[in-house]
């Protein structure tokens, strides 16, 4: 179902399925040694997603649904994405940034496993259905976070910085910014809003991660929709093209340089080469190699 202004969604359905799908894919690198990340299986487990549940146990090949695509493409390509986002939050912990922001947060469970300095705050921004299940799900597990955890359950469409604010953040202070697997999810003009906020609510010293996709048409395109149908024999009713917002939008690169920020970004080819992976350029992740992870530090 196409995306609209006011939509909502669980950790089962529209755009909330996709935290759901990636932290499937986590649990695919923390399987192969790539990440540490013992949390993600057990909270894809308990969202109940039949396809997913099927696919770590090893019920659905994924190279039945693209024969150029499998486990270990899948494992390499989040241990790429999943180091690029944690190394924001450690480089800044070591430059001694205390305050941490995951927007979007999904089935994120950096609060409970990356080794926070002592005095860390960590906020995770999302939809109050995800937050509440997440939280209550880890509690469950007896999971505890390694830093002082604070929920901000507010959907980015609404006034999250003064909900952020309401909890405690300090925008005098420096922080850690992860926008991960979020902007082609935000129509134009709340992208640009996104990162208007950011740049106002962080002091110098702050870092913030995200990504760059310079043409999102791809996941529309015929290679997509292919991808899509075969996916649905398996019951996996997640259709990338309709939950995306298409059409023009700002460079990030571009608006971060242009407002204070030392960025770095680095293409999906070189990512996975810095990794030690070789990229393939044939099959599903062959759609990203024109992608950039991008990170910066502000002036």
């Known amino acids: 179902m196409a995306r609209t202004d006011d939509d909502t969604w669980d950790l089962a359905s529209s755009v909330g399925a996709t935290a759901t799908m990636v932290a499937a894919q986590r649990v695919l690198s923390n399987r192969e040694g790539l990440i540490d990340d013992p949390f993600a299986e057990p909270l894809v487990r308990a969202v109940g997603l039949d396809f997913f549940v099927r696919a770590l146990d090893g019920e659905i090949d994924l190279g039945d649904v693209d024969p150029r695509f499998n486990m270990q493409r899948a494992a390499q390509g989040m241990a790429v994405r999943t180091r690029w986002f944690d190394a924001l939050f450690t480089d800044a912990a070591a430059a001694g940034v205390r305050q941490a922001v995951i927007l979007a947060a999904g089935l994120d469970a950096r609060a409970y496993r990356l ?44 006034d ?38 950011i740049n106002e609510l962080s002091a110098p010293g702050s870092r913030v991660a995200t990504e760059h996709i310079p043409d999102v048409s791809m996941f529309g395109d015929e290679r997509s929709q292919q991808i899509a149908e075969r996916l649905k024999q398996y019951g996996h009713d997640i259709e990338m093209g309709e939950l995306i917002y298409h059409g023009e939008r700002s460079d990030v690169i571009d608006y971060l ?29 062959g759609f990203f190699a024109d992608m950039s992870y991008v990170s910066a530090v502000k002036h």
């Open 115 to 158: 080794p926070w300095p002592d005095g860390t705050v960590v906020y995770e921004v999302d939809q109050p259905e995800v937050i509440d299940f997440k939280t209550k799900t880890l509690t469950e597990l007896g999971a505890k976070p390694r830093a002082d955890r604070r929920t901000v359950a507010i959907d980015l469409r609404n």
């Open 160 to 197: 999250w910085p003064k909900a952020l604010r309401d909890n405690g953040f300090d925008s005098t202070q420096p922080t850690a910014w992860i926008a991960e697997g979020l902007l082609i999810y935000l129509p134009s003009e709340a992208q640009d809003l996104l990162f208007d906020r």
């Open 257 to 285: 340089t242009g407002h204070g920020w030392d960025v770095t970004a680095q293409k999906t080819p070189d990512a996975y080469a810095v990794n030690g992976f070789e990229f393939p350029e044939d099959g599903a992740m």
